[in-house]
């Protein structure tokens, strides 16, 4: 047993994968047995790091990280390409699904900081409000995502807070919804745009989060989910809407944890991706809406993870980069955006956390509420 100490010892020495330097002495210490040993003792290594989480997560594929940063940028360079011309309305929301998966993936830096900001300033209106692109309409979703994209870049001083708040907080009505805009449709979706939004720009102060509150509870079904409006079908991402608005206002005892967990969890199919309603396909995009709610309620361990992250690496284009809804489809940033955002709630190694209920990475958001 001397020899296998010896080598034993060497072996802790030179890291696993290196070769060892020929002509020196580590050679003289290499027997049969010693072989064996060491073979024996790096098998049992490395059979307790793949039971690590981070091992079992990784042996079930690889994220082609670099590919998605250079797929994101490309679509951002592309303004004559199909897929640009079709998102010219929500290129506000590209660009918060883009930049943000660039964040996650450690690489915002490659982008020009001003030129973004400068942009996002010529989409703003008189009211205060943002519109997808320049030249349109204003709209609460895009000033959403208008906030957080200047988040993201550390930029929020650019903004008339002020102006910014009045206008969203101008558009909740008497029983506590809000609209999307001044034409008045009204849905879930809208609440948690306006309470997300307020919240990080610290203007909660300017609605009556007490109706926010209670017109959000009249949407929950008998199922534990949550509709667009009272009475509504319980989907996946109104649910998220639903439970993200009542945590940022800290009014999630208004949710019953069991009941909306059984009905979360169940949106798990054999492939292991999720699905938003009953009877429906797996797509990438309920990675993030389904999976998000499921911490919120912390019943995030009732789904197989592991499944999870297979299916959203199964959905990678790894040759030209992008992530698709299923396998084989074809890739956008929308989808891109919510697979590594999926892929960040598993805790999937190289991809910064990401808060559940803001949307945004956990630093961007530690920065705007720890150190303001």
């Not at 690889?62 to 897929?83: G, P, R, T, W």
């Not at 996650?104 to 943002?130: M, P, R, T, Y």
């Not at 558009?171 to 609209?179: I, K, T, W, Y």
Request: net charge negative; with cysteine.
């Amino acid at each position: 047993m001397e020899e296998f100490g010896s080598f034993r010892q060497v072996a802790m020495e030179v890291p696993f994968g290196k070769t060892f330097p020929v002509g020196t002495d580590y050679l003289k210490q290499i027997t049969i047995p010693g072989i064996l040993h060491f073979a024996v003792f790096w098998v049992i290594q490395k059979r307790n790091e793949l039971n690590t989480v981070e091992g079992r997560l990784l042996i079930m594929g690889e994220l082609a990280a670099e590919k998605h940063v250079n797929y994101i940028i490309s679509v951002e360079k592309k303004k004559d390409s199909f897929e640009s011309v079709v998102m010219e309305h929500l290129r506000m929301n590209g660009a918060y699904w883009g930049l943000t998966t660039l964040d996650l993936l450690g690489k915002l830096h490659a982008v020009d900081v001003d030129e973004v900001v400068s942009w996002i300033i010529s989409c703003q209106h008189e009211s205060g409000g943002f519109g997808g692109n320049v030249g349109h309409d204003p709209h609460i979703l895009y000033t959403l995502s208008a906030v957080q994209v200047l988040a993201l870049l550390n930029k929020l001083g650019v903004l008339d807070i002020e102006k910014v708040s009045n206008y969203v907080a101008g558009l909740q009505n008497e029983d506590g919804s809000f609209s999307g805009d001044e034409w008045g449709e009204v849905d879930t979706r809208f609440s948690y745009i306006a309470i997300c939004c307020l919240s990080l720009l610290h203007r909660l102060d300017k609605i009556n989060v007490e109706k926010a509150v209670k017109y959000i509870v009249s949407c929950k079904n008998l199922d534990g989910g949550f509709g667009s409006t009272p009475g509504g079908e319980s989907h996946a991402g109104q649910i998220f809407c639903c439970v993200g608005a009542l945590a940022i206002m800290g009014s999630l005892h208004h949710v019953d944890r069991d009941l909306l967990g059984w009905w979360l969890s169940e949106r798990q199919v054999k492939s292991g991706g999720l699905n938003g309603r009953p009877e429906k396909l797996p797509d990438v995009c309920y990675s993030w809406w389904v999976l998000s709610s499921l911490i919120m309620i912390d019943r995030v361990h009732w789904i197989n993870k592991e499944k999870l992250v297979k299916f959203i690496l199964d959905c990678q284009d790894t040759e030209n980069g992008g992530i698709s809804d299923r396998p084989d489809d074809a890739v956008d940033v929308y989808h891109t955006y919510f697979g590594v955002a999926g892929l960040s709630l598993l805790e999937y190694p190289g991809v910064k956390a990401i808060d559940p209920a803001y949307a945004l990475p956990v630093d961007v958001v530690n920065r705007i509420f720890l150190h303001t």
